[in-house]
């Protein structure tokens, strides 16, 4: 009942039954796990209740772990998402060969679209044209621009996956953020949960709200994949969902990972992956140019020198080194994911003297690699010139190092598109408004939640 097993990496010392738990408030998370660090080394192992949770830091051993032993890596956790509530389907949590067909499917289709391409990046520019529109009609007065731009972020998602985008009052697409807000905030209340499926069953935990959201969803989800299935043209595949619906057709009733419940839930997943993470980030980057009211002005200079108010392109991008430094250094303050998302070995696993055992949760802190000061020299400061060399580029060992979208075989499948979001998004903004503070004597605070701990609340 008792204490760490012999062979997993140290830790602080485990109470009878509950072993660490509540050791770790979320809200602090970020500090305690530095601290942890501090005492018990790179790798740590914190135990909740029985359950070993496994911790690693540092550049060198994520890149080992995630990259060199990619193939034992690259499993998730058993947990209540994707083992009750998604059947061990779609992509963000499930594992094995349903994951790797998936992953290659969605990879492939997304490119298809434009993903990483130039052409997607006309679909941007009409989502941050509208925004924009949006955003002059408030004729200079302040707002707060966390919904309008959450709306526009999902927008460039919906034309991938749907074929087409919403208007911001279209009743539809307000009730899908509705319930998108409403899954992202409930995932975090059922924490506990999440790690024991077992605790669904106590009427504690709200299950059945959990369930009921998803539900809805997901049955709006449906509702669009009906739609396309009835207008299904195999000659003319425009969104994820007919590729989808394509590939269903040619593989037929053979055995087969391209089920409907398959769809419903990466598309789910793509909402929900793709969308906050990116807004975030956006709005972490307006906080920073309210702060640093020096770099808007370099930016705004550099921008105008070399586009004046011509449409964003990504081809723009290298000669716009100063905009990507600046917004490589917001994703490392922001740190949106700082302990990435949790990865399981597919077997036991020795490193550096320990033992892993197959299953265990093994977070990777991305956080002890964005604060390195190995890597980036005083981290706590924001200078986005650290990514810039001698001749003002934006390249070297600080660029490469930077991951914010971890690494290894389930690297952020997203990120060339939110790489592009964030390019385009910004450098419009700049073209078009200079941002201060409402007030500027009660500038708004650096003060971040840490979302992505509040699945592992329970430390
Ligand atoms: C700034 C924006 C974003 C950040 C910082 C971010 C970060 C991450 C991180 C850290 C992971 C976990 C990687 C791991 O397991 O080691 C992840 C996974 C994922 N992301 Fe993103 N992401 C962003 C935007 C997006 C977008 C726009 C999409 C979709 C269109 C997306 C889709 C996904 C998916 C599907 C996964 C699961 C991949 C898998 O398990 O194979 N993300 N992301």
Redesign the pocket.
């Given at each position: 009942l008792t204490g760490r097993p012999r062979g997993l990496p140290p830790g602080p010392t485990c109470y009878p039954i509950i072993g660490n738990f509540g050791l770790i408030k979320p809200s602090e998370a970020v500090q305690a796990h530095r601290n942890l660090r501090k005492k018990y080394g790179d790798i740590y192992t914190i135990m909740i209740f029985h359950k070993p949770m496994v911790i690693v830091h540092g550049y060198d051993n994520i890149r080992e772990l995630?990259v060199h032993q990619g193939d034992v890596f690259?499993e998730?956790p058993i947990t209540i998402g994707n083992a009750v509530l998604n059947k061990g389907k779609g992509?963000?949590?499930?594992s094995g060969a349903l994951?790797k067909d998936q992953?290659t499917f969605?990879l492939t289709t997304?490119r298809k679209f434009g993903f990483g391409k130039r052409c997607l990046q006309t679909q941007i520019m009409d989502e941050v044209d509208c925004l924009m529109e949006e955003l002059e009609k408030l004729e200079n007065k302040p707002f707060d621009i966390q919904n309008i731009l959450n709306t526009s972020?999902s927008n460039?998602?919906c034309s991938?996956l749907f074929g087409k985008r919403f208007g911001y009052e279209d009743a539809k697409f307000k009730h899908l953020i509705v319930l998108l807000n409403k899954l992202f905030l409930t995932g975090s209340a059922s924490s506990p949960v999440s790690i024991f499926p077992v605790l669904r069953f106590l009427p504690i935990f709200n299950f059945n709200t959990v369930k009921k959201i998803f539900r809805d969803v997901d049955a709006f989800i449906k509702g669009i994949i009906d739609g396309h299935r009835q207008n299904f043209d195999k000659s003319n595949i425009n969104d994820f969902i007919d590729a989808f619906l394509l590939e269903q057709t040619r593989k037929g009733e053979r055995d087969t990972t391209f089920t409907d419940d398959q769809m419903i839930i990466?598309v789910r997943?793509?909402f929900a992956?793709?969308?906050e993470?990116?807004s975030?980030?956006l709005r972490w980057a307006l906080l920073f140019l309210i702060h640093h009211p020096d770099w808007q002005t370099i930016l705004q200079r550099d921008i105008d020198g070399v586009i004046g108010q011509c449409q964003p392109k990504m081809e723009h991008k290298d000669q716009l080194p100063s905009v990507e430094a600046f917004i490589l250094e917001v994703?490392r303050h922001?740190n949106?994911?700082p302990l990435?998302?949790?990865?399981a070995p597919k077997e036991d696993f020795h490193f550096k003297g320990y033992m892993i055992p197959k299953r265990t949760f093994t977070f990777?802190s991305?956080d002890s690699v964005m604060t390195d000061p190995n890597i980036f020299p005083e981290p706590f400061k924001f200078a986005p010139e650290r990514f810039l060399n001698e001749s003002g580029k934006c390249s070297g060992e600080q660029k490469e190092k930077l991951i914010?979208?971890?690494?290894?075989?389930?690297?952020?499948?997203?990120?060339p598109?939110?790489?592009m979001?964030?390019f385009l998004f910004l450098t419009r903004f700049l073209q078009k408004f200079r941002i201060r503070s409402e007030n500027p004597r009660t500038s708004s605070t650096f003060g971040g939640n840490a979302g992505t701990y509040e699945h592992i609340k329970t430390f």
């Open positions: 995630l690259s998730r992509l963000v949590g499930s994951w992953r969605a997304l972020v460039v998602i991938l990466s997943e793509f992956a793709g969308t993470t990116t975030t980030t994703q922001a949106l994911t990435a998302v949790p990865h990777f991305l914010p979208f971890s690494t290894g075989r389930r690297i952020c499948l997203g990120e598109l939110a790489k979001e964030l």
